[in-house]
């Protein structure tokens, strides 16, 4: 079993920079792929970011491709998502997801969720 526990989430202004992390707990994570997803109020889950077992590997949505920057810490058991420039269409809550698998943009694949941390942007 793996825990996650995000943090760093807030209220910004648009343009601004936040970094979100995750820190994983239960076992290591350093075998595993790693994900970013967000849901906004009355809109599903949907994918942000993704790195592979190795982290030689990264995937993000077009939305936010240029802006984020996902990133890992095996020595720490922690991942992070690094958000630059940030718009109020990127106002949602973040999930980090954890799987025993090869990367993917799907949900569904994913075996572990964090809680999830509020992230605003105010216009």
């Known amino acids: 079993q793996v825990q996650l526990v995000e943090s760093g989430g807030g209220l910004v202004q648009t343009g601004d920079s936040l970094r979100v992390s995750c820190a994983a707990s239960?076992?290591?994570?350093?075998?595993?792929?790693v994900g970013w997803f967000r849901q906004a109020p009355g809109k599903e889950r949907e994918f942000v970011a993704a790195?592979?077992?190795?982290?030689?590997?990264?995937y993000y949505a077009d939305s936010v491709k240029g802006r984020f920057t996902i990133s890992r810490d095996n020595t720490k058991n922690t991942m992070y998502l690094q958000m630059n420039s940030l718009k109020p269409e990127d106002t949602a809550v973040y999930f980090c997801?954890?799987?025993?698998?090869?990367?993917?943009?799907?949900?569904?694949?994913?075996?572990?969720w964090g809680q999830g941390t509020q992230v605003t942007v105010s216009s």
């Open positions: 997801a954890v799987r025993d698998g090869v990367v993917t943009r799907e949900i569904a694949a994913y075996n572990y």
């Open positions: 239960g076992r290591t994570i350093s075998r595993c792929a």
């Open positions: 790195m592979s077992r190795g982290g030689t590997s990264t």
